[in-house]
């Protein structure tokens, strides 16, 4: 089958857990920050350099790809894995969460969601059935269900007819998909903030059965706290043996946020759209580095990060690319704000198989600068 989920360890006071997803393009570790490849590439970055970060799957969207190249450009090159020479794992979203953040002029109906390309203007049509045949031609190992990321705040009639459809859609998807045997299709739960939604959305989900599960319609704008509670009721009900999917999270106290309430998959463009205005997450916080208290600082990004940026060049060198608008300082910033993700990820993981996650969190959190709740 396209994927399967090993659950390795569960933390003995949290939800946390410590997993591994197999997929035709090889193994990722859980919990897992999946760097984000919008348009095939992860901004300034070479597939080597992302292996040495350590990365084992990144994600590319597909509505970006359905308006350009295309997807039968895509799938003419054999399919992204050889177009962008990527052989570790791919997941693709559906587009249907771009359409409403990126084009212009939509209309949902039940059939599917008309829009204006962001790009052209021309009048576009995204359905469930459209997205699986561009996912499918795209080849990504794990590809998501067309849904409606419903809008925040929303009325409960909104949230219910909206949830609703989304499952329908859900089974429109698993009827059009035709790799189920390379390409592992997630269904993506909804259904607001809204607690009985959530479980109606969940059940009506876990009935279609498929091999992994998102979390939808969460970091659009709720509250912290928000949306760790929908998290605390709403991750229990997915299935314990399939991987669990946060979309769009995020910033380091989200991520361990999340790991807490049992979320194994996350990836979010923060760090590496942070990273091109010159903004780093490190260990002893963040650090702005184009703010002239690094004119003369030649010590390096973060103290305790052993990655090329780290060990080769000084704050002040950083902070005069980046003033400067060299390209070269984007992948320098970009470089380090993934290794640094990714790293956090596998002490999260090393922290739950010693059952001392809450531990590590509470270290993070002091040097990061966070309180510690
Ligand atoms: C697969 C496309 N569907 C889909 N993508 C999403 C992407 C998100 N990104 C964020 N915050 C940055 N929230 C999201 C929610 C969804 C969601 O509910 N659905
Ligand atoms: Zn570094």
Same mark, same amino acid.
């Not at 992204?80 to 359409?99: E, K, P, Y």
């Given at each position: 089958?396209?994927?399967?989920?090993?659950?390795?360890?569960?933390?003995?006071?949290?939800?946390?857990?410590?997993?591994?997803?197999?997929?035709?393009?090889?193994?990722?570790?859980?919990?897992?920050?999946?760097?984000?490849?919008?348009?095939?590439?992860?901004?300034?970055?070479?597939?080597?350099?992302?292996?040495?970060?350590?990365?084992?799957?990144?994600?590319?969207?597909?509505?970006?790809?359905?308006?350009?190249?295309?997807?039968?450009?895509?799938?003419?090159?054999?399919?992204?894995? #050889?177009?962008?020479?990527?052989?570790?794992?791919?997941?693709?979203?559906?587009?249907?969460?771009?359409?409403?953040?990126?084009?212009?002029?939509?209309?949902?109906?039940?059939?599917?969601?008309?829009?204006?390309?962001?790009?052209?203007?021309?009048?576009?049509?995204?359905?469930?059935?459209?997205?699986?045949?561009?996912?499918?031609?795209?080849?990504?190992?794990?590809?998501?269900?067309?849904?409606?990321?419903?809008?925040?705040?929303?009325?409960?009639?909104?949230?219910?007819?909206?949830?609703?459809?989304?499952?329908?859609?859900?089974?429109?998807?698993?009827?059009?998909?035709?790799?189920?045997?390379?390409?592992?299709?997630?269904?993506?739960?909804?259904?607001?903030?809204?607690?009985?939604?959530?479980?109606?959305?969940?059940?009506?989900?876990?009935?279609?059965?498929?091999?992994?599960?998102?979390?939808?319609?969460?970091?659009?704008?709720?509250?912290?706290?928000?949306?760790?509670?929908?998290?605390?009721?709403?991750?229990?009900?997915?299935?314990?043996?399939?991987?669990?999917?946060?979309?769009?999270?995020?910033?380091?106290?989200?991520?361990?946020?999340?790991?807490?309430?049992?979320?194994?998959?996350?990836?979010?463009?923060?760090?590496?759209?942070?990273?091109?205005?010159?903004?780093?997450?490190? #260990?002893?916080?963040?650090?702005?580095?184009?703010?002239?208290?690094?004119?003369?600082?030649?010590?390096?990004?973060?103290?305790?990060?052993?990655?090329?940026?780290?060990?080769?060049?000084?704050?002040?060198?950083?902070?005069?690319?980046?003033?400067?608008?060299?390209?070269?300082?984007?992948?320098?910033?970009?470089?380090?704000?993934?290794?640094?993700?990714?790293?956090?990820?596998?002490?999260?993981?090393?922290?739950?198989?010693?059952?001392?996650?809450?531990?590590?969190?509470?270290?993070?959190?002091?040097?990061?600068?966070?309180?510690?709740?």
């Amino acid at each position: 089958m396209a994927v399967r989920f090993e659950l390795l360890k569960r933390d003995k006071h949290t939800g946390a857990r410590r997993g591994r997803v197999y997929t035709p393009h090889g193994t990722i570790e859980t919990p897992v920050f999946m760097p984000v490849g919008t348009q095939a590439t992860v901004k300034t970055m070479s597939p080597e350099e992302l292996k040495e970060i350590g990365a084992e799957i990144i994600l590319s969207n597909t509505y970006h790809l359905f308006l350009r190249p295309g997807h039968d450009i895509v799938k003419e090159a054999g399919g992204l894995h #050889s177009f962008m020479n990527w052989d570790r794992s791919i997941l693709t979203d559906s587009g249907g969460f771009q359409v409403f953040s990126l084009s212009s002029l939509r209309k949902i109906t039940e059939e599917g969601v008309e829009f204006r390309s962001h790009l052209s203007g021309e009048k576009l049509f995204l359905s469930p059935e459209k997205a699986i045949e561009v996912e499918n031609a795209l080849g990504a190992d794990i590809i998501m269900a067309f849904d409606e990321c419903p809008p925040y705040p929303a009325t409960r009639d909104y949230l219910k007819e909206s949830l609703e459809r989304t499952t329908r859609w859900a089974k429109r998807c698993k009827q059009a998909h035709r790799r189920p045997h390379d390409q592992a299709l997630f269904g993506i739960v909804q259904g607001g903030m809204e607690r009985d939604l959530r479980k109606q959305s969940a059940e009506e989900l876990i009935e279609l059965d498929f091999p992994g599960y998102a979390v939808g319609g969460l970091s659009v704008g709720e509250p912290k706290p928000m949306m760790y509670e929908v998290l605390e009721f709403t991750t229990p009900l997915l299935p314990q043996d399939k991987p669990r999917y946060l979309m769009g999270v995020g910033s380091p106290d989200d991520l361990f946020e999340g790991v807490e309430r049992g979320i194994d998959m996350f990836d979010c463009v923060l760090p590496t759209r942070i990273a091109r205005n010159g903004t780093c997450m490190t #260990s002893v916080g963040k650090v702005v580095i184009r703010n002239a208290t690094y004119v003369r600082d030649w010590e390096k990004l973060d103290p305790n990060c052993d990655c090329y940026t780290c060990r080769n060049y000084s704050r002040a060198y950083i902070r005069h690319l980046i003033k400067a608008d060299e390209i070269f300082g984007l992948r320098l910033t970009t470089y380090h704000n993934l290794y640094f993700l990714v790293q956090t990820m596998k002490k999260i993981r090393e922290s739950i198989e010693q059952d001392r996650f809450l531990a590590f969190k509470k270290d993070f959190y002091e040097a990061y600068g966070y309180n510690v709740g």
